[in-house]
């Protein structure tokens, strides 16, 4: 098969013959998304992972992800086009040096990012994703003494929200954390009437710029519901055709540090190709797997982060 109405055909046939689901993020290609029965940020799709009927998983996104979606669904299998698709931020933060950096902080307790791995996740106390860390954060005393990892940017912009003075763990995502408010300054000269959204993920001096920060769900419904007509985007380059499809009057310019660079492109998410997917699901291969007593330590934080959301009606 060498050309995409052929891949997508094969694609759909074999989805239906296995009683297969296709989860996918938005940072994955547009053709992709067009697939998947279901897209959405990390919240959404670990929720989703939750409560999917289908015994074959089919995960676009990252490692971490279908992780996630296998520690909840131990039973099920999940599947990935690309097993090396990781993720950067979930790199920044091996569980050997981790569990040293805790000895130094007895009595605190642990909040992961979900851009994390198992193992990391199995040291934590709760999990939270960009579209639920306020609240996560919010649930706890003021004066918990918490520690957040492993994205330094997001932890530090929800200390400024919330006052909070957490530990923050020293890692970030390379896609995100680029971007510097230079670039970002520019374009907004450049389009004085462009509203510029951004990913928490970015670093401060772009945060400190946007009109609105949030995760990829929440900036597309921003803009969604927004009255603006331009909006500059500081995240990945895939949450574009969404908001193009939900907003199709409107403009999106995607801020970068280079007309000529690609480093919007998340390197990992885009591993994933119509061709590698095919495959995966004719062969169904690669599989993810997760040690018995790793699923069982990593999923407590988990369940508790979907509890404290279900609790704040954010799913
Ligand atoms: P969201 O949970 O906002 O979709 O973010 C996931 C991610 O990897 C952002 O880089
Ligand atoms: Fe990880 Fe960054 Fe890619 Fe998101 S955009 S998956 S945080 S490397």
């Known amino acids: 098969m060498n050309n995409n109405k052929d891949l997508i055909e094969g694609i759909l046939d074999l989805k239906h013959q296995k009683n297969a689901i296709i ?9 992709i998304q067009d697939l998947a029965d279901f897209i959405g940020d990390s919240l959404a799709l670990s929720q ?4 999917v ?7 676009c996104g990252v490692h971490f992800m279908a ?3 296998k520690i909840l669904n131990p039973g099920k299998k999940v599947i990935v086009p690309d097993l090396e698709a990781g993720c950067s931020l979930a790199d920044s933060c091996p569980p050997d040096r981790f569990k040293d950096f805790l000895l130094g902080y007895q009595g605190y307790t642990v909040i992961t990012y979900i851009n994390s791995t198992a193992r990391i996740k199995a040291m934590s106390d709760i999990i939270c994703t960009s579209g639920n860390a306020v609240h996560i954060v919010e649930s706890l005393p003021k004066d ?3 520690i957040f990892a492993p994205d330094k940017n997001l932890g530090g912009y929800i200390n400024r929200l919330t006052g909070r003075n957490m530990v923050l763990w020293d890692g970030v995502c390379q896609v995100h954390d680029l971007l510097n408010a230079e670039a970002v300054l520019k374009l907004r000269m450049l389009h004085p009437d462009a509203l510029l959204v951004a990913h ?4 401060n001096a772009v945060l400190e710029t946007a009109d609105y920060i949030g995760s990829t769900h929440g900036m597309i419904k921003f803009v969604a519901q927004s009255h603006g007509k331009k909006f500059i985007i500081a995240s990945e380059t895939g949450i574009v055709y969404q908001m193009k499809k939900i907003a199709p009057e409107k403009e999106f310019l995607v801020a970068s540090n280079s007309e000529t660079c690609s480093c919007n492109d998340c390197p990992y998410m885009k591993m994933n190709t119509l061709e590698k997917l095919y495959k995966c699901l004719l062969t169904e291969t690669p599989e ?5 007593d790793l699923i069982v330590k990593a999923r407590r934080p988990i369940d508790r982060m979907l ?3 279900r609790k704040a009606g954010l799913i």
């Open 23 to 31: 989860l996918a993020h938005y940072y994955q290609i547009d053709e």
């Open 48 to 51: 989703k992972a939750k409560t």
């Open 53 to 59: 009927d289908s015994p074959l998983i089919v995960f």
């Open 67 to 69: 992780e996630t979606a």
């Open 144 to 146: 918990e003494k918490i």
């Open 200 to 203: 928490p993920e970015c670093n």
């Open 288 to 292: 993810v797997f997760v040690e018995e």
């Open 307 to 309: 509890e404290i959301s």
